[in-house]
């Protein structure tokens, strides 16, 4: 259920990524089965923005570990910060629900796509 990454770009810091790049990822083949994380790195409540991946996996559960997208669907920004249940951008403002990726608060109205991961004792792996 992976859906193309849209959404929150350059804030001017240099830490939002243009439209051209925010998208360009290797090819599933080349990052599947890779071992980003482990369980024990992602707090129960909140989450950790895998930049290299451009992914964030969260756990507002204990033992439920959910994977979206780490770019805004608002402009293209890589997502700043994860705290309070939601996943933050800090170029305008947007953050999402660790729960689920949907838009808890805006200018992005578009929930953050679904990443694929697998969860095999202590490992978290992409698919």
């Known amino acids: 259920m992976t859906a ?25 083949s080349a990052s599947a089965g890779r071992e980003p994380a482990s369980t024990g790195d992602i707090p129960g409540g909140r989450g950790v923005i895998l930049k290299e991946e451009k ?9 439920g570990f959910n994977a ?8 293209h ?8 249940g939601t996943v933050d951008c800090a ?4 953050r999402f629900r660790v729960t689920d990726g949907s838009v808890d608060r805006g200018p992005a109205t578009s929930p953050l796509p679904a990443e694929q ?3 095999e004792g ?3 792996r992409l698919a």
């Open 77 to 84: 920004c890589l997502l700043a910060d994860v705290s309070d």
């Open 117 to 119: 991961i697998t969860v």
């Open 91 to 94: 170029c305008h403002g947007s």
């Open 4 to 28: 193309p990454a849209v959404g929150c770009g350059g804030g001017g810091n240099g830490e939002g990524s243009s439209p051209d790049t925010a998208t360009d990822t290797a090819p599933p």
């Open 55 to 63: 992914i964030v996996v969260t756990q507002p559960e204990r033992g």
């Open 122 to 124: 202590n490992s978290i």
């Open 68 to 75: 979206f997208s780490a770019i805004c669907t608002h402009q």
